[in-house]
């Protein structure tokens, strides 16, 4: 028997206006993923818990069946684990996004954030914007006085170490949560330490600004990353141990560092594919390719698409519901009949970790549909896959018991 895990970050929703209230899910054109929730078991579970903040690290914790109300410390130092990067107690670690803030003649806190990923930035640029902003002899001064360096990524997100590190207080935002706002109310805030972030936030806006890499993402008719942002913050943290926990072993196929470090913490294989991005355009076949690898020698493989997500983020609803239909297309149509050749009897788990909401373009905890199929059976649920029809099946109040289900005989 083999165990699949697919995720589509972000693919819930709710009804959309524009959409003819209906939700992504809903209109996208998905006759797979349809098809293994008629002949499969359609409910909706609940993977953020109460309390704790709605996103991928809490969600993907869960469904790993790593319970976050316990082990959840933020966001960053699960992300530096895939990197190997492992946090000496007192230090931590943030998400250092490249941001676009808007071009006016007024001061950093008056002006308001256009996007968290400078506009989607292509990775060697993004690279190149990091390093010369370090590389600044000013700058350079100022975080090391602050205990701040940086672990650069081939995207819009880097990452920020920094040593012994005070937290207690802290207020760092999800940048996404509030694009098109004026950012004064949403830089660092809380502690002494949060007015160091801010001073440097400050800093790097102006030493990027006028750059020429983004004076000619200005002239491309693109957004200047001018601007980095400081948040999930976290400090070390520790996993339970996914093999010994469900007696599988497996890997984890993602294009985030978010997945990659889990699987790490966790005890699975990191697995990384050549042309893999995180946003709509990426190596869904390759994807595949990989999972079939996976699963010749162990008994679980996981593949994680970022696109649904990514799309909400920059406000675009045509580009979620492709990056729903691409899934689909792409990754499932393709994956069954692999599975089939391949001789295997399977249960696949396919479900969005959390809502992203168009209206918002920020991410919601209530709970999202999912599939659970079984390729010697036929449930019946009958119901094509959405989150309404979700609501029609069993309820799970906690993500981290998916896990069990997945496994369950």
């Given at each position: 028997?083999?165990?699949?895990l697919v ?10 206006p ?10 996208a ?5 349809d ?5 499969g078991?359609?409910?909706?579970v ?5 309390g704790?903040?709605?996103g ?6 869960s469904?790993?069946?790593c319970?976050p109300t ?7 130092p699960?992300?530096?684990a895939?990197a ?5 107690p ?6 250092c ?7 006016t ?6 002006k308001?954030?256009l996007?968290?990923s ?10 190149a914007?990091?390093s ?5 002899p000013e700058?350079s ?6 205990g701040?360096s ?8 880097h990452?920020a170490?920094?040593?012994q590190?005070d937290?207690?207080g ?9 694009l ?7 830089l660092?805030?809380?502690?002494d ?5 801010k001073e440097l936030?400050?800093l ?5 600004d006028?750059h020429?890499?983004?004076?000619a993402?200005?002239?491309?008719g693109?957004m200047p990353a001018?601007g980095?942002?400081?948040w ?7 996993l339970?141990?996914?093999v010994e926990?469900?007696?599988?072993t497996?890997g984890?196929?993602?294009?985030v560092?978010l997945?990659h ?10 697995i ?5 991005t ?5 190596n ?6 990989a999972?079939?690898a ?5 008994d679980?493989?996981a593949?994680h ?12 609803t ?14 499932l ?5 692999k ?8 249960r ?8 992203t909401?168009t209206?918002?373009r920020g991410h ?7 599939i659970?199929y079984?390729?010697r059976?036929n449930?019946g649920s ?16 906690a ?9 369950s005989?």
């Amino acid at each position: 028997m083999k165990y699949i895990l697919v995720i589509g970050d972000g693919m819930a929703d709710n009804p959309v206006p524009e959409l003819g209230n209906k939700t992504p899910l809903q209109a996208a054109n998905k006759p797979v993923m349809d098809m293994l929730a008629a002949k499969g078991e359609l409910g909706s579970v609940l993977n953020v818990p109460k309390g704790l903040p709605a996103g991928s690290d809490t969600a993907i914790l869960s469904i790993f069946g790593c319970d976050p109300t316990w082990c959840y410390t933020g966001r960053a130092p699960l992300e530096v684990a895939a990197a190997g990067t492992k946090l000496a107690p007192g230090d931590a670690a943030y998400r250092c996004n490249m941001v676009t803030f808007e071009d006016t003649d007024v001061p950093l806190e008056e002006k308001r954030i256009l996007s968290h990923s400078a506009g989607s930035i292509d990775g060697e640029t993004s690279i190149a914007l990091i390093s010369a902003l370090f590389d600044d002899p000013e700058f350079s001064a100022a975080a090391q006085a602050a205990g701040v360096s940086v672990q650069k990524s081939p995207s819009f997100r880097h990452f920020a170490i920094q040593k012994q590190a005070d937290l207690k207080g802290i207020r760092l935002i999800p940048p996404h949560d509030h694009l098109g706002e004026k950012i004064g109310p949403l830089l660092p805030s809380g502690c002494d330490n949060a007015q160091t972030l801010k001073e440097l936030m400050i800093l790097a806006h102006r030493k990027l600004d006028h750059h020429p890499l983004n004076e000619a993402r200005r002239a491309q008719g693109k957004m200047p990353a001018n601007g980095i942002w400081f948040w999930a913050e976290g400090t070390a943290v520790a996993l339970p141990n996914f093999v010994e926990n469900y007696g599988k072993t497996g890997g984890v196929i993602s294009a985030v560092p978010l997945c990659h470090g889990i699987a790490s913490l966790a005890g699975l294989e990191m697995i990384h594919v050549p042309g893999a991005t995180g946003e709509i355009e990426t190596n869904y076949e390759g994807k595949v390719d990989a999972a079939m690898a996976v699963l010749k020698d162990h008994d679980f493989a996981a593949i994680h698409v970022e696109a649904p997500d990514e799309c909400t983020h920059n406000g675009d609803t045509p580009g979620k519901i492709r990056a729903i239909e691409l899934i689909d297309a792409r990754v499932l149509k393709n994956l069954l009949p692999k599975l089939d050749s391949a001789g295997y009897d399977y249960r696949m788990l396919i479900l969005s970790d959390h809502k992203t909401l168009t209206s918002t373009r920020g991410h919601d905890g209530d709970p999202v549909p999912y599939i659970l199929y079984d390729s010697r059976k036929n449930a019946g649920s009958g119901l094509s896959y959405c989150e309404e029809n979700g609501l029609k099946g069993p309820y799970v109040d906690a993500g981290v018991k998916l896990m069990g289900m997945l496994f369950s005989e």
